[in-house]
Every structure is written in C-alpha cells, then in structure tokens.
T-cell receptor
Framework: AQKVTQAQTEISVVEKEDVTLDCVYE???????LFWYKQPPSGELVFLIR??????QNEISGRYSWNFQKSTSSFNFTITASQVVDSAVYFC???????????????FGTGTLLAVQP | DSGVTQTPKHLITATGQRVTLRCSPR?????VYWYQQSLDQGLQFLIQ???????AKGNILERFSAQQFPDLHSELNLSSLELGDSALYFC?????????????FGPGTRLTVL
C-alpha cells in the first residue's frame, strides 16, 4: 500500500529559527516521485519540489532544503532562518501509478501546520 | 499564479441539490485531476482525465462525476449533496501522464452544503 505520514501536526517557531518538517512514505514501487506543496492561509496549493527515487542527492533552494533518504523512507524539508511568510500548511505527497500504470495521482500526507511567530 | 483556473470560488447550496465545478488547465496541459480537501479526510484524489479520457479513479462517490471536454477544460458534477460534501475542491493539471510531472493546482472551489 502507498502511504505518506507527516507525524507533526503543528509546529510553532520564532522567526529566524530553523525548522524541519518530517515526511515518511511507504510504497512497493521501485520508481516513484515525492513532492512537497505549501498551502498558505489564502488556500491555494503551491508546488515546491519534486524528487525521484533514484536521486538521493540533497537539494537546496535558498532557505529551503530537502533531505531524501531511501534507507529510512523519509523526505524531510528544512527551512533555514524561518520568516513569518513561511507560515502555512506543508504537504508531502507521493506519486503512484493507477490502473494501466500510466497515471500520476498524488497521495498526500495529512500536512504540517507551521506557525512562525515574529 | 499557477495558470489553472477554477470557478466558482465559493458555492453555497442546500442538501439534495446538484452543482457543477469548472476547471481550466494550464495552457498545453493534457491531464486534469480533481482532489477534495476536508477536515476529516484531508486531501484526497478523486479522479483524473487525460486528453478527454478517464485515467484513474480514487475515492469518488457515485453521486459525483466528471468529464473533460475537447478544449481540455473539465467539470466536476456533484449531485444529491449531503452536509459531508462540504469541502474545498481542487483541480490540478500536468503536462502528461508521467509520474515525474508536477501537478499545478488551481485556487480551489469552496463548497458549503447547508
């Protein structure tokens, strides 16, 4: 079965603190893709990053970094020097095949609400 | 702005009614997905269309149906509405069927069933 677990329901930090959001996934596929999306208070879902199962290299984009470890089935997201504008719900998602193998529906975790206090 | 548009933004209706949610994908995208976000179920995949054909189905109720038209816009029809159908409905689009394709989400339609 495919599943994404985000055990942290809510995290509160003070501005400029570093924060890590955890994501653990389950899949029997050898090829899969993992995603992070951000949902700010306005409600839209914003794509942040995609990572495939063959690439375990960590990625950094400005204050954002992602740590993918197949050995622990984790794809964690770190925000360095957090800012109030980072306050949002963050979702981790797994791309899984449907019937025929030719689809890429997303299985989402339950999300982590990040509150950055000034 | 993701390039995916959804109308209406808000919809308030009564139990037993039928509504239609509309989605226009990003220019050039052939795949359209519908997701439901509710407090108790989280973000759940409903259904996917690719170039007019249904490609995958998730936990979509029989009272719900969707289609994708030749101009690639999609509609999600919800009928015999119940209180529990109140949710945020997202449409997303991607270039194709490959799992590497990121999905870009529209702003959502907030449905309230009274």
């Amino acid at each position: 079965a495919q599943k994404v677990t985000q055990a942290q329901t809510e995290i509160s930090v003070v501005e400029k603190e570093d924060v890590t959001l955890d994501c653990v996934y389950e899949t029997r596929d050898t090829t899969y893709y993992l995603f992070w999306y951000k949902q700010p208070p306005s409600g839209e879902l914003v794509f942040l990053i995609r990572r495939n199962s063959f690439d375990e290299q960590n990625e950094i984009s400005g204050r954002y970094s992602w740590n993918f470890q197949k050995s622990t089935s984790s794809f964690n997201f770190t925000i360095t020097a957090s800012q109030v504008v980072d306050s949002a719900v963050y979702f981790c998602a797994l791309s899984v095949p449907g019937y025929g193998g030719a689809t890429n529906k997303l299985i989402f975790g339950t999300g982590t609400l990040l509150a950055v206090q000034p | 702005d993701s390039g995916v548009t959804q109308t209406p933004k808000h919809l308030i209706t009564a139990t037993g009614q039928r509504v239609t949610l509309r989605c226009s994908p990003r220019s050039g995208d052939l795949s359209v997905y519908w997701y439901q976000q509710s407090l108790d179920q989280g973000l759940q995949f409903l259904i996917q269309y690719y170039n007019g054909e249904e490609r995958a189905k998730g936990n979509i109720l029989e009272r719900f149906s969707a289609q994708q038209f030749p101009d690639l816009h999609s509609e999600l029809n919800l009928s015999s509405l119940e209180l529990g159908d109140s949710a945020l409905y997202f449409c997303a689009s991607s270039a194709g069927l490959a799992r590497r394709n990121e999905q870009f989400f529209g702003p959502g339609t907030r449905l309230t069933v009274l």
